[in-house]
């Protein structure tokens, strides 16, 4: 999309989702055993996988039961599959997952989606590397699907996951991204104020994410009794293919909300970033990021990461306006506690609004809207917008690692791709990338390596 399309698709899809021109509609309950349950499966049993199937089964506005789980280490299925069965422990009918449908392996997914019928719904919760290939799966059996963020770290996939996207449309399937910000409240309304003019005209915008440091983002010596495919998907915060970096996977949701306030996608960024205090850490990620995105209008986004011990941490997003300023999030994702200032300080004798609280949580709203458009056969897509949250995301990202300008189309067709075969992965390898004779993996050189993230 030009800068200009991709605002208008912006403001259109609104708080709640991507909205398109569906065809050969499939209505909900079609050909399903039992119309008054949806089944659930879920494929990558770490924690977000677990949060979302919890979600599931928490919803009010529907019938929901999980039948199948998958994953590839036995482990996660099983504290996935205890924690579940903890939380709904009055009720156990939600959580039937016998033996028998606990899958493990590459292939799992597949037998996990057998499980279920046209019209459920699958999650996909592992890394991004294999979202496109589960995706075209849950496609081709007629599965709604609700998919994790980040959806893609490259061009290629990007591309793909749009072609994707479209087919599913085709099928009317409703897609649900877990960028579960937009389907907050609060935040809808400071949207709505925002784009109204309450704060005047948008001339530029913060955001941090300062932390401590990941376990998984800040990976060490792949361990002697561990092949380096399942070494580097334990630890897939760590490696660019696999998650596009602590940078993608950690700060997408703050870059997606300031975009969103802005109704508008950065179309270029600049960037620093660099490595620090790695002691024994091999991992692919920066320490530090700092990235200004710039506007089709010339406005900007400046935003900061750090992952360091002993520093102040920040998680926060602010707008700036020519009438007033705003919090989209004041520390954290949830609550949000948005409000609107008179002025550039954000101080609390400047507040002229603020949502009411206790707010309700965006992470289950999120769920509630998309059983919602399953039940009432909505229209619900939220694969473009969440693709275009993961190539920005990335846009910034490669600007900091190469030490270029990197413009929203360069980010697009940049013909390099992490993982071309994830399709074709197994745990003995070969894997995306591999580590030299002191255990280290590439890692990125502003100024040297200028076409790419990191020499291969």
Not at 13 to 18: D, Q
Not at 61 to 67: C, D, E, F, I, Y
Not at 143 to 158: Q, R
């Amino acid at each position: 999309m030009q800068p200009s399309d991709r605002r208008n698709f912006m403001k259109t899809a609104g708080a709640a989702t991507a909205l398109s021109t569906l065809t050969a509609p499939y209505v909900y309950g079609q050909e399903k055993k039992d119309a008054n349950t949806i089944k659930v499966a879920l494929i990558g049993c770490g924690g977000r996988g677990t949060g979302a199937a919890s979600q599931a089964l928490s919803v009010k506005n529907a019938q929901t039961r999980l039948v199948a789980m998958a994953d590839v280490f036995p482990h996660k299925m099983e504290s996935s599959l205890g924690a579940l069965r903890g939380k709904f422990e009055e009720t156990p009918e939600k959580v039937d997952v016998p033996e028998d449908r606990q899958h493990i392996g590459f292939d799992s997914y597949k037998e996990a989606m057998a499980a279920l019928d046209p019209g459920d719904i699958v999650i996909f919760a592992t890394p991004l590397a294999f979202r496109w290939v589960h995706f075209q799966h849950a496609i081709d059996l007629g599965l709604n699907v609700f998919m994790e963020k980040p959806l893609i770290a490259d061009g290629p996939s990007a591309k793909r996951m749009l072609e994707l996207s479209k087919k599913a449309d085709e099928k009317n399937l409703k897609c649900a991204v877990g960028l579960m910000v937009r389907h907050c409240r609060g935040r809808q309304e400071l949207h709505k104020r925002i784009s109204d003019g309450q704060i005047g005209d948008i001339i530029a915008m913060r955001a941090y994410r300062m932390q401590g440091q990941s376990a998984s983002a800040f990976s060490k010596p792949k361990p002697d009794d561990m092949s380096e495919v399942m070494h580097q998907i334990q630890n897939f915060h760590s490696f660019l293919w696999a998650s596009g970096g602590m940078f993608s996977d950690f700060y997408i949701h703050q870059i997606d909300e300031t975009s969103w306030m802005k109704n508008s996608w950065p179309v270029k960024a600049q960037a620093v970033g660099g490595r620090h205090y790695r002691r024994d850490f091999v991992d692919q990620n920066f320490d530090v990021y700092s990235v200004e995105y710039t506007y089709d209008d010339g406005s900007k986004l400046f935003f900061d990461g750090r992952t360091m011990l002993g520093c102040q941490n920040n998680m926060s997003s602010v707008v700036h306006g020519s009438k007033g300023s705003a919090f989209v999030s004041m520390s954290g994702h949830k609550p949000g506690k948005v409000r609107i200032f008179s002025g550039q300080n954000q101080v609390d004798e400047d507040i002229v609004w603020k949502y009411p609280q206790p707010e309700k949580n965006p992470y289950q709203l999120e769920w509630d809207d998309l059983l919602d458009a399953i039940v009432n056969d909505k229209p619900y897509n939220e694969v473009p917008r969440g693709v275009e949250a993961s190539l920005v995301t990335s846009m910034g990202r490669m600007a900091a690692h190469t030490g270029q300008e990197i413009t929203y189309d360069q980010m697009l067709n940049c013909e390099h791709e992490f993982a071309p075969d994830a399709d074709k992965m197994t745990p003995d390898g070969p894997a995306p990338v591999t580590s030299d004779d002191e255990g280290k993996y590439p890692i990125p050189q502003p100024g040297i390596v200028k076409d790419r993230e990191y020499q291969v």
